[in-house]
């Protein structure tokens, strides 16, 4: 098996050397008859210089660096000009009252959009509030960056 092997490697590298010597040989040999029928020789193309312009204009055109492959947004010095917005004042929550059942309802007056107290469970989601837990004595109400821990408004106090 092991000699099979090696015939069959050796015949492989001669075939290999033979396709390499006879393509450079028949290159050698090439001619090219003109008009009057003389035979000469093939002139090589000319070697031309490589345009690295080329490879730039490819990068550029199909963003090769960005991860979407499409170009940034433009640039507008307008819009980088121009002053923030102000952040959005924040509600002033007021826990009118709590109905305890099941499930527990919390009463909310204050809620941006809404000119009525809204009554609201857990996991209830209004004007990006969400009502976190419903104790006996508080309610916990999450937003965008706040927390707010409501006890019930007492006036008598």
Known sequence: ????????????????????????AGSL?????????VRTLAQPKPITAYQTESLASVA????????????????DPGRAS??????????????SGIVWGDPPLAILE??????????????????????RRIEPRRVLVVGRDTTWTLTVREPWR
Do not use: C, H, N
């Open 1 to 24: 098996m092991a000699r099979v092997m090696t015939i069959g490697a050796w015949l492989l590298a001669a075939s290999g050397v033979l396709s390499v010597v006879g393509s450079a």
């Open 29 to 37: 040999t090439s001619r090219v008859s003109d008009a009057q029928g």
């Open 60 to 75: 550029v055109g199909r963003d090769l660096f960005r991860a979407d492959r499409r170009p940034a947004p433009s640039y």
């Open 82 to 95: 121009a002053p923030p917005s102000p952040p959005e004042a924040k509600p002033t929550l007021v826990l």
């Open 110 to 131: 204050g809620i941006p959009g809404r000119e009525a107290p809204q009554v609201l469970r857990t996991g209830d989601f209004i004007a990006g509030l969400t009502v």
